[in-house]
């Protein structure tokens, strides 16, 4: 959020020396980080260091600017990489000393200690043994500097001074100083200072190979001694009078004016209570007229900040909208009962067909990828434990290991950012798609797909419904596997890492020629093709759904649908249950969720005895299930078939889990500012005590896709049992993702809302861009206390896509149209 205020505040603090002391000492807190006004210093309280995420990490100033910070070792050629394992990390409060012990994976153990003298943090990396320098070129202390903060500033050394390159120059080593490194010093808020007394500071450039990675300050030990201790002190520029300025959370599509519209203000744990708030109505003679003003009620703490909610409810007028609190400006939105009409088209004229795969994709002049992955796929190698969760357990196809499998090269979108086709996030996005189309027939058709062309042309009208289209599509990807061998598989993936790992225009992956002879270059795709029993419901599930919804517009495909879904459903029904681990595929649940899930879909699907009968045989499953398991499980499902099973036992073992969930739904609102269902990994205190005690390596993505998905069930609950359930929680979830979250107010869809996620990773993520209509998960916690959504394309646990929280982004938009225009 740009801030006028720390614009303005900066004019004032300029003539301020970049380190300031009074009132502002560092000290160890409980949470076992070094803290003082505006500054943490986390000790392992993250530990995800492959994201850029955990180790040493400084906030300062509202910002998360060094990360990973540990011991470092460079193999030599040929010599395996070091693994290093962290062990446990103890805090002496009464020092203000905190240390880590770790180890390198088979060899001797190393300790980080950090103490502060109230103004710097030293950190001390002590070896137990010196370095074996016939395994390493290079070892020390390092630490990494976040990119996005310091492009185009300044550093300062001993001996050079220099500017931090926004590309790639070519010279890695930025800058040697003997002892001293200064960063950013035209930034008070940024700004930080490096010192060493016994050795060097070596300022790098990380980004040769690619984009994506960060600068680092290292400290080496001298290459060949028998040195074990490194001593470093970092200097942060604290700042007592810095107040984090207001985030104020608002939906920046806007509200339909008969709904709950709540400002959610994230405030400076020390500001003042009750924020003075102003709601302005844009004028057409130019003025703005004040539509609510007022001071904000208290909600409480939650993590870091203080929140306080400004309710304007009661402002139901239409119009334009922008509302100002402590100096920072939010909108301008719109109150309009045509609020959501538009803002799901973005992810349906743009997201998803750009997503898919074996096509290409324009738009007017552009190209946004060429028909890619034609040579589709391999049958992995057996035993092949691969890259992203794929795994090959025993060959059950047909197809020796590298041989081609035909009619794998139609159907099915890129994932996310990267391009594999997992088919847990095909079934799951197609169902999504086909309930959207069920429940509420959205009208749009702005793209033409043409098959024998493998072109699909956005802004180009052919005639068919778009998401009918894109549920073909889906549907297609999954049908590949079946029609092929039967059973479907978990997912194609770039059989190296560097296609895996590549950015850009897809089509340039492979060679586009099957591997047969006729292409000499082994570069197709590996198709991993064990079966897995919950894969096979889901993907039942979603056969049958999409079956119902493509009747009238391809009968032929819809009756492939349900006569694969039929077989699928038959063919495990008949054997005992496999869960062959790979990516994006469910693991047991040890109640039969999946095939809970699908006997009631196609039992909904086509009323026929036999599936309520398997239905009502695995009640006892369900007797044992909590709400939550209920609620992410099955129970969205089996309520829809509430009105048409008049049966005792399946009427109140489905209301009564319907209970239980509702009161931890409850429990779960109330546990955050937000009123949506936050995963326990953020909310739950205990998790946090835990991680007070321990170095933690357990990793949160942002929630937002989770939470998409949880409205969609919620939808369910609200339509089918209204006595126990509102739709509040959808419609705070939506709230949510358009901006009204914790960390930041940016809209979660990129190009919806007046500050979306306009930079986002996405197959274009190395130019900075975006698709639109694409929705990022957002904020992530960066324990054990901090919300973050970085403007950095490359942090792919905030900022990646995925199909799936499209598709439930768009029912949930479609599911608040609805309701509210029902009203
Ligand atoms: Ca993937
Ligand atoms: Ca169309
Ligand atoms: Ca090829």
Redesign the pocket.
Same mark, same amino acid.
């Given at each position: 959020m740009k801030s006028l205020v720390v614009r303005a505040w900066l004019l004032a603090i300029a003539a301020f020396p970049a380190i300031c002391t009074s009132g502002t000492k560092i000290g160890l807190n409980e949470k076992e980080y070094f803290e003082a006004p505006g500054f943490s210093f986390l000790i392992f309280h993250n530990n995800y260091q492959v994201g850029h995420q955990g180790g040493l990490q400084m906030l300062q100033n509202g910002e998360r600017l060094l990360d990973s910070g540990d011991l470092f070792l460079v193999p030599k050629t040929g010599e395996p990489a070091a693994e290093l394992r962290v062990l446990r990390r103890v805090a002496d409060r009464e020092n203000s000393t905190a240390t880590v012990f770790g180890e390198i994976a088979g060899g001797p153990g190393y300790r980080l200690i950090c103490r502060t003298d109230g103004e710097r943090i030293l950190i001390t990396l002590r070896l137990d043994r010196p370095v074996d320098w016939s395994r390493f070129d290079a070892a020390g202390f390092r630490i990494a500097v976040y990119p996005g903060a310091y492009f185009l500033k300044s550093f300062q050394g001993d001996a050079s001074v220099g500017i931090f390159p926004r590309q790639y120059t070519g010279e890695q080593v930025l800058l040697r100083s003997t002892h001293r490194l200064l960063i950013d010093q035209e930034d008070p808020l940024r700004s930080v200072l490096v010192t060493r007394s016994d050795g060097e500071l070596v300022l790098t450039d990380e980004r040769r190979g690619g984009p994506e990675d960060w600068f680092t300050i290292v400290a080496p030990l001298k290459a060949g001694s028998a040195d074990t201790e490194v001593d470093v002190a970092i200097t942060p520029s604290i700042i007592a009078a810095w107040r984090r300025p207001p985030v104020i959370g608002i939906s920046q599509a806007g509200y339909h004016p008969s709904q709950t519209k709540r400002a959610v203000l994230e405030l400076d744990s020390r500001s003042a209570p009750g924020a003075g708030v102003t709601l302005y109505r844009m004028q057409l003679n130019g003025g703005r007229k004040v539509a609510k003003s007022g001071k904000a009620q208290p909600w409480g703490q939650f993590l870091r900040y203080r929140y306080e909610i400004f309710d304007f409810t009661d402002v139901r007028e239409p119009g334009v909208y922008v509302i100002e609190c402590g100096g920072q400006t939010a909108g301008p939105f719109r109150i309009d009962a045509a609020i959501y009409d538009a803002v799901w088209k973005p992810t349906l004229q743009y997201f998803l067909p750009v997503q898919m795969c074996h096509v290409a994709v324009k738009e007017g002049n552009r190209t946004w990828h060429g028909a890619c992955h034609l040579d589709d796929a391999l049958q992995a190698p057996e035993g092949k434990v691969y890259i992203?969760?794929y795994q090959q357990g025993k060959r059950e196809t047909r197809f020796a290991d590298n041989e081609h499998i035909p009619g794998l090269d139609w159907g099915g979108w890129h !994932?996310?950012g !990267?391009? !594999?086709l997992?088919a847990g996030s095909i079934a799951i996005t197609t169902l999504a798609l086909a309930l959207a189309q069920e429940e509420f027939h959205p009208n749009l058709d702005e793209t033409l797909v043409n098959r024998a062309r493998r072109e699909v042309l956005l802004h180009v009208p052919d005639g068919r419904q778009d998401l009918i289209q894109q549920i073909e599509y889906g549907v297609e990807g999954l049908l590949a596997s079946f029609r092929v061998a039967g059973h479907i598989f978990p997912g194609i993936?770039e059989s190296n890492t560097q296609a895996y790992s590549h950015l850009g225009d897809p089509v340039n992956i492979t060679d586009n020629r099957i591997w047969d002879g006729r292409s000499q270059t082994f570069d197709d795709r590996w198709a991993f093709t064990n079966r897995n029993t919950g894969l096979q419901y889901d993907t039942v599930q979603a056969l049958a759904a999409a079956s119902r919804v493509l009747r009238e517009s391809d009968a032929a495909l819809a009756s492939e649908c349900l006569a694969a879904a039929r077989k699928l459903y038959d063919y495990e029904q008949e054997r005992p249950p496999v869960y062959a681990p790979s990516?994006?595929t469910p693991t047991d649940s040890g109640f039969r969720s999946e095939e809970i899930a699908a006997s009631t879909e196609m039992f909904v699907t086509t009323g026929e005895s036999r599936y309520r009968d398997r239905l009502l045989a695995l009640l006892p499953e369900l007797h044992k299930i909590s709400g939550e398991q209920f609620s992410h499980g099955p129970g969205w499902t089996l309520v829809r078939a509430l009105p048409r099973i008049p049966h005792d036992e399946f009427q109140s073992t489905v209301r009564d889990l319907a209970k239980k969930w509702k009161m931890q739904a409850e429990k779960s609102a109330a546990s955050n500012p937000y009123g949506v269902h936050l995963p326990p990994g953020i909310t739950n205190p205990d998790y946090r005590l835990e991680t007070r005690s321990a170095v933690d390596s357990g990793f949160v993505w942002g929630p937002g896709w989770d939470l998409q998905e949880d409205a969609l069930h919620q939808y369910y609950f609200h339509k089918h049992l209204p006595e126990l359930f509102d739709s509040e929680p959808l419609l705070a979830t939506v709230n949510f993702v358009l901006g009204c979250h914790p960390g930041s107010n940016q809209s979660y869809v990129s190009g919806v809302g007046a500050n979306s996620a306009i930079i986002a990773y996405g197959f274009n993520r190395a130019d900075w861009s975006h698709i639109p209509g694409g929705v990022i998960s957002g904020a992530s916690l960066v324990k054990p206390d901090y919300m973050e959504l970085k403007e950095f394309p490359f942090l792919w646990y905030q900022t990646e896509y995925v199909i799936g929280g499209a598709a439930t982004y768009i029912f949930d938009v479609l599911a608040a149209h609805t309701l509210l225009n029902e009203k």
């Open positions: 992203d969760g !994932d996310a !990267d391009h !594999d997992p993936i990516s994006y």
